[in-house]
């Protein structure tokens, strides 16, 4: 059998490492750099139904000629170990006046967890309408093993949504960020 030609091993090499960089980059492109500008793009667009991050003033007077159908849909990551719920199914409200809901979540592990809960809303026209001034998707809630928690939700649904609305769902997931968090202080070290 004839010896392999030093030509045909170095090519071989050549095209191994440029498609293991092409991997490298690949996988750096989706987890560094695309979710950044998804974010951007959503914030942009209001693509998602993502509602503001952080919370605004009441100042609208109530419009309480007009109800508004406000439906709450809960889910968790389907490996988290969570029970989360919202503590009623819907309400009826007046565009510009304050309302209260909120969720329940327990912690079913005999560990410590950090959660985050990401807020959705459809339709999307309703997005930049559905004003929250208090809520727990601000900021990572802890929790000890075996703890449940309620979790509040301030809400005012802008006067100026388009009339054509008379249903708004807000949904929110509640994610397991304990191994984001962990491997994130890994990378610092």
């Known amino acids: 059998m004839p010896e392999p030609q030093p030509q045909k091993q170095l090519s071989n090499r050549s095209l191994t490492a440029r498609l293991l960089v092409f991997a490298v980059g690949m996988f750096a492109f989706g987890f560094l750099v695309l979710p950044p500008l998804y974010d951007v793009f959503c914030d942009i667009t209001g693509f998602g139904g993502r509602t503001n991050s952080t919370a605004v003033a009441a100042s609208e007077s109530p419009d309480l000629t007009r109800t508004v159908r406000i439906e709450f849909v809960t889910t968790v990551n389907q490996y988290a170990p969570w029970s989360f719920s ?3 199914d819907s309400m009826e409200v007046h565009p510009g006046k304050m309302y209260f809901a909120t969720f329940s979540a327990s912690n079913l592990s005999t560990d410590e967890l950090v959660g985050q809960a990401v807020p959705s809303v459809v339709p ?4 930049e309408h559905f004003q929250k001034i208090e809520c727990f998707c601000f900021t ?3 929790f000890a093993a075996n703890e449940t928690r ?3 939700l301030q809400f005012i649904i802008d006067p100026d949504l388009p009339d054509y609305v008379d249903t708004i769902t807000l949904s929110y997931t509640l994610f397991d960020t304990a191994p984001v968090i ?3 202080a890994t990378v610092r070290e």
């Not at 999307?124 to 997005?127: F, G, K, L, R, Y």
């Open 182 to 184: 962990a491997s994130a």
């Open 140 to 142: 990572s809630q802890e």
């Open 86 to 88: 919202a503590d009623i």
């Open 124 to 127: 999307v026209v309703a997005n």
């Open 150 to 152: 309620a979790l509040p």
